[in-house]
């Protein structure tokens, strides 16, 4: 039993990366070159968390109402995509860092989903930060897709209607064996959700920064953790001196 809430560190680090398009719009930029300079932040993100010994950082990349997009946007943003794991994926894998995919596999183009699986394996043994890419992703379709492997567990027999329980639907989800995020920062000003990580945020502290996505640098990173480190999380309990709070 510890006897503080496990505040100041966080073991798993979640950030919506938004504002890319306010970003290049108040330069006078396409919105493309927003998310260009946002792939940088990206870079810049896992290392800082790495260094900060942030052992979980997931990062939403697309969402699955973001196809909703010109399309001239979203092939722009699957080209980066594309980019960034060609590019990066040998340097992440020489830092040790694993990667992990979460989101929807079908509907996006066979390329991508062969590097997605690509990066995934072969990173899978590394032993550092696991980098979560949130690619394609909704959470409500994740709860809908994990809604049908226990349907599905049920009628093969390999789950017990009677036994489901919050374990079981973890179990189903994208992230099962992930930790839930300690925190979810969202930078750009937005004060909401976006359809992300509905299940697995029931308890995160969230921080919502103004700074737009390209603006995230290493000081704000740590900024974001110093406001983490000062929230006191009760999970329902009650706080006094010498009680645990914290799972
Ligand atoms: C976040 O930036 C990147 C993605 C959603 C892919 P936005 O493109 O949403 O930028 P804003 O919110 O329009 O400024
Ligand atoms: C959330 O940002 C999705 C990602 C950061 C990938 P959006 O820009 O799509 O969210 P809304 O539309 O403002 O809610
Ligand atoms: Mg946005």
Redesign the pocket.
């Known amino acids: 039993m510890q006897s503080e809430a496990p505040t100041s560190s966080p073991r798993h680090v979640a950030i919506?990366?938004?504002g890319n398009g306010r970003w290049a719009e108040a330069r006078g930029l396409p919105r493309t070159a927003g998310h260009r300079a946002g792939v940088e932040r990206v870079r810049e993100a896992v290392r800082t968390a790495a260094e900060a010994g942030i052992d979980y950082l997931t990062l939403?990349?697309?969402?699955s109402?973001?196809w909703r997009r010109p399309e001239e946007e979203v092939s722009d943003l699957m080209g980066l995509l594309r980019f960034f794991i060609r590019k990066d994926l040998a340097e992440l894998h020489r830092e040790n860092v694993r990667v992990k995919v979460i989101g929807c596999r079908q509907s996006i183009q066979p390329d991508i989903r062969a590097l997605l699986i690509d990066a995934e394996d072969r990173t899978r043994d590394n032993t550092g930060i696991t980098l979560v890419i949130a690619f394609n992703y909704g959470a409500r379709d994740e709860l809908v897709r994990a809604a049908r492997k226990i349907v599905q567990d049920v009628q093969s027999g390999v789950l017990d209607a009677a036994a489901i329980d919050e374990a079981a639907v973890s179990a189903r989800v994208d992230t099962a064996g992930i930790p839930d995020p300690d925190v979810v920062i969202r930078t750009s000003g937005?004060q909401?959700l976006?359809n992300?990580l509905l299940w697995q945020a029931a308890y995160s502290e969230f921080v919502f920064l103004p700074c737009l996505w390209p603006d995230f640098d290493r000081a704000a990173f740590h900024e974001a953790l110093a406001e983490y480190a000062g929230r006191e999380r009760r999970f329902g309990a009650v706080s006094a001196p010498g009680i645990a709070v914290g799972s």
């Open positions: 919506i990366m938004d939403f990349a697309f969402s109402e973001n937005e909401r976006s992300f």
